[in-house]
């Protein structure tokens, strides 16, 4: 018989879930500008919430385009071989959904953000974007929390 989760566990789950969303509806918002509210509704809708942070889901969603210009000036010196409006759209999202964790979710360690972030990149990207994620966002987090990263070397 499968040990039931702890409390941590299962908001560990719903974060995930969370972010797993938040991609797609960042993904879709910046391919078909629909309004922001819109996308939200279709996903409470579309998709069962009772296994989902809501409220995590509903803070990248509009934060990360709130702080689209703060987000794509810490991406954008990181990019060596484009620019950031050649990043494909799923990798864009995922980077700007993690750049906003790094930067305004203080509570939550950078080795979380990048490592859910390449997990979404592996689900949902092209063959290799997940070594391209990683990359970019190991380079975000030295910049963005030089102390945190330090302390774990």
């Known amino acids: 018989m499968a040990k039931p989760l702890s409390d ?5 789950a719903k974060r995930r879930k969370a972010r797993h969303y938040a991609m797609q509806a960042l993904y879709q918002w910046k391919m078909s500008h629909s309004s922001l509210n819109k996308i939200e509704a279709e996903f409470r809708t579309d998709n069962d ?4 942070d809501s409220e995590y ?3 990248l969603v509009h934060q990360v385009p709130a702080e689209l ?3 794509d000036a810490a991406i954008a ?3 060596i071989d484009r620019a950031i409006e050649e990043v494909n759209p799923v990798e864009l999202a995922l980077l700007r ?3 906003y964790e790094l930067k305004a979710r203080l509570d939550v360690p950078y080795k979380v953000v990048i490592n859910e972030a390449v997990a979404l ?3 949902f990207g092209a063959e290799d974007s997940h070594k391209f994620v990683n990359a970019v966002l190991d380079k975000v ?3 963005l929390r030089a102390a945190e990263v330090a302390a774990e070397k």
């Open 69 to 71: 210009d703060v987000i």
């Open 49 to 52: 919430f009772t296994k989902v």
């Open 121 to 123: 990149a592996k689900k």
């Open 141 to 143: 987090a030295n910049n």
């Open 97 to 99: 959904m993690s750049v």
């Open 77 to 79: 010196p990181e990019l």
């Open 8 to 12: 941590q566990q299962i908001m560990i």
């Open 57 to 59: 889901f509903a803070e």
